[in-house]
T-cell receptor, first 111, second 117 residues
Framework: GEDVEQSLFLSVREGDSSVINCTYTDSSSTYLYWYKQEPGAGLQLLTY?????DMKQDQRLTVLLNKKDKHLSLRIADTQTGDSAIYFC???????????FGTGTRLQVFP | DAGVIQSPRHEVTEMGQEVTLRCKPISGHDYLFWYRQTMMRGLELLIYFNNNVPIDDSGMPEDRFSAKMPNASFSTLKIQPSEPRDSAVYFC???????????????FGEGSRLTVL
């Protein structure tokens, strides 16, 4: 079935790197995504990676994709208190227009 | 553009009452999605529409839930009768031609927080 799994919580010190991990099920997913949800708000796209890529870097964000293990990670360098939010991994389901989200990882950044 | 607009932002109702949640997608977007967020289950896809037509409603929990999209600028999600386990934040999201498979981006509203007592 369609299932995206993430750990629920991550706590890091300001200035450290954060790594949020995700496993997904659809090996034919064309795109994989990271969305960010700030308190009381909807989700916003943070970044995405095409399935034929292994890595994508965008300023402080690095996305790593391991297709063999169906594992996706998001690394945030120099984590700031403003990065505190819930981060959702999502996969596109092949042959549909569905986007399936994980449970979300709540990132807490402390001084 | 104003973004995806949802109403009401908060709704508190009693068990057995009918609840109607509303959504106005971004103009020009041809896909509309309804998701439900709870602590236990995360973000679940309930139903989605393409060009106002329901494509997949396999995520709708049961017959008490129904969704309509009478035109390109409006959709409703109705729960009748409501139960305490329906308490959640309901999100509407829209995207444009090709849907998320091609563009990779859903635009979310701010959500409707439903509490059923």
């Amino acid at each position: 079935g369609e299932d995206v799994e993430q750990s629920l919580f991550l706590s890091v010190r300001e200035g450290d790197s954060s790594v949020i991990n995700c496993t997904y099920t659809d090996s034919s997913s064309t795109y994989l995504y990271w969305y960010k949800q700030e308190p009381g708000a909807g989700l916003q796209l943070l970044t995405y990676i095409f399935s034929n890529m292994d890595m994508k870097q965008d300023q402080r964000l690095t996305v790593l994709l391991n297709k063999k293990d169906k594992h996706l990670s998001l690394r945030i360098a120099d984590t700031q208190t403003g990065d505190s939010a819930i981060y959702f991994c999502a996969e596109s389901i092949s042959n549909t227009d569905k986007l399936i989200f994980g449970t979300g990882t709540r990132l807490q950044v402390f001084p | 553009d104003a973004g995806v607009i949802q109403s009401p932002r908060h709704e508190v109702t009693e068990m057995g009452q009918e609840v109607t949640l509303r959504c106005k997608p971004i103009s020009g977007h041809d896909y509309l999605f309804w998701y439900r967020q709870t602590m236990m289950r995360g973000l679940e896809l309930l139903i989605y529409f393409n060009n106002n037509v329901p494509i997949d409603d396999s995520g709708m929990p049961e017959d008490r839930f129904s969704a309509k999209m009478p035109n390109a600028s409006f959709s409703t999600l109705k729960i009748q009768p409501s139960e305490p386990r329906d308490s959640a934040v309901y999100f509407c999201a829209s995207s444009f031609y090709g849907g998320p498979v091609n563009t990779g981006e859903l635009f979310f509203g701010e959500g409707s927080r439903l509490t059923v007592l």
